[in-house]
């Protein structure tokens, strides 16, 4: 499944602290942040999120991937509710590759080898 640029835009666009509070989490207030109770050591603010431990961050995708064991397409479905496009594009490319690999053989030369002449008539010249 395919995500366009749009859709992972809209992904990483997702509030943290709304999306954790949709999914049952309890946020403590800290300062301008919020501490994600299940770890205490990560802190969220609007979209961003960084795990003060591993002095590791980034947006809602990588943080869905690495808290919830999504995908990269299983988060960014969790984080927008929309389906991937491309589906059907990446099915048809596929039965298009394949097409072209059985593409006849050339009906003009069908058998190449027999145009050649024997060794002995190569050499009488």
Same mark, same amino acid.
């Given at each position: 499944?395919? @995500?366009?640029?749009?859709?992972?835009?809209? #992904? %990483?666009?997702?509030?943290?602290?709304?999306?954790? !509070?949709?999914?049952?989490?309890?946020?403590?207030?800290?300062?301008?942040? @919020?501490?994600?109770? /299940?770890?205490? +050591?990560?802190?969220?603010? *609007? %979209? &961003?999120?960084? !795990?003060?431990?591993? +002095? &590791?961050?980034? @947006?809602?995708?990588?943080?869905?991937?690495?808290? @919830?064991?999504?995908?990269?397409? /299983?988060?960014?479905?969790?984080?927008? *509710? /929309?389906?991937?496009? *491309? #589906? /059907?594009?990446?099915?048809?490319?596929?039965?298009?590759?394949?097409?072209?690999?059985? #593409?006849?053989? %050339? +009906?003009?030369?069908? %058998?190449?080898?027999?145009?050649?002449?024997? !060794?002995?008539?190569?050499? #009488?010249?």
């Amino acid at each position: 499944m395919q @995500y366009t640029q749009a859709q992972i835009d809209r #992904a %990483n666009a997702v509030s943290l602290e709304d999306f954790l !509070r949709t999914q049952g989490e309890t946020l403590i207030k800290s300062g301008r942040e @919020y501490r994600w109770k /299940e770890h205490d +050591s990560l802190t969220v603010r *609007g %979209n &961003k999120w960084f !795990r003060h431990s591993q +002095s &590791k961050g980034g @947006y809602p995708i990588d943080f869905v991937m690495e808290f @919830y064991g999504k995908s990269f397409p /299983e988060a960014v479905q969790l984080l927008t *509710g /929309e389906s991937g496009e *491309g #589906a /059907e594009r990446s099915q048809h490319s596929t039965a298009h590759s394949v097409s072209l690999a059985l #593409a006849q053989q %050339n +009906s003009r030369q069908s %058998n190449p080898i027999s145009h050649r002449k024997p !060794r002995s008539q190569q050499n #009488a010249c």
